[in-house]
């Protein structure tokens, strides 16, 4: 194989923003480039995106990437596997029409390489695009579940700890200033008090958010 080709890497979660995990697939994936003796001409990247079918967060380097394929660019695509490049089947059956259109190659690291142009190579792509799909679609179901139970438990399930705690080791702590204001709160509002009332006096009385921003009824509600 010899031609031009571009890098797609993605990964859904980086916490530490540091895009080591793009950066190792892009590495490999050039080896895979070396090894087939193309050349690389572009790298597309999402840092912290998912691709699964209940993301509704944008991609644009995928869709860059597609762009650019389609205007006939490069005719080989590279990633680490199958699923960094989506888990949407539909965003499958997209792939599997520009090779067709276009006789761009897709190759990958952990995945293989799969004919699109032959009707076994496009049945073997689509179930694989499938089970994909299933993975992340179980995953998500799971952690709502999880999250519900914790609710349900009257536990915390992570994100910035509510006002009235400090978290502590993942685990919430009473913070005493921030607990004094809430009992005030709530006394003042069974007492018949407006939120816009206690908004009101907390703002003159210079008492901020944790932000150090003025109330508002939204944020205090």
Avoid at 66 to 94: C, H, K, V, W
Avoid at 96 to 125: P, W, Y
């Amino acid at each position: 194989m010899t031609g031009k080709a571009a890098i797609y890497t993605r990964i859904s979660k980086d916490r530490e923003g540091q895009q080591q995990g793009v950066a190792r697939q892009e590495q490999l994936a050039r080896e895979v480039a070396k090894r087939k003796g193309l050349e690389v001409v572009a790298v597309f990247s999402d840092n912290d995106i998912s691709a699964s079918t209940r993301s509704t967060k944008a991609r644009p380097g995928y869709s860059e990437m597609m762009q650019r394929a389609r205007s006939g660019e490069f005719s080989a695509i590279l990633a680490y596997s199958y699923s960094r490049l989506t888990r949407r089947p539909q965003e499958f059956n997209d792939l599997i029409e520009l090779a067709e259109a276009k006789k761009v190659t897709i190759a990958t690291v952990a995945s293989g390489e799969f004919d699109l142009n032959l009707a076994s190579g496009r049945a073997v792509a689509r179930t694989v695009a499938a089970w994909d799909a299933a993975e992340a679609e179980q995953t998500s179901e799971r952690i709502k579940a999880q999250k519900q139970q914790r609710a349900a438990n009257g536990q915390w399930h992570g994100g910035a700890a509510p006002f009235g705690y400090t978290a502590q080791d993942k685990r919430l702590i009473p913070n005493t200033s921030e607990v004094k204001l809430v009992a005030e709160a709530v006394k003042r509002v069974l007492a018949g008090d407006s939120l816009h009332s206690v908004v009101t006096d907390w703002n003159s009385r210079g008492i901020t958010t944790r932000f150090d921003k003025h109330w508002r009824q939204t944020n205090l509600r």
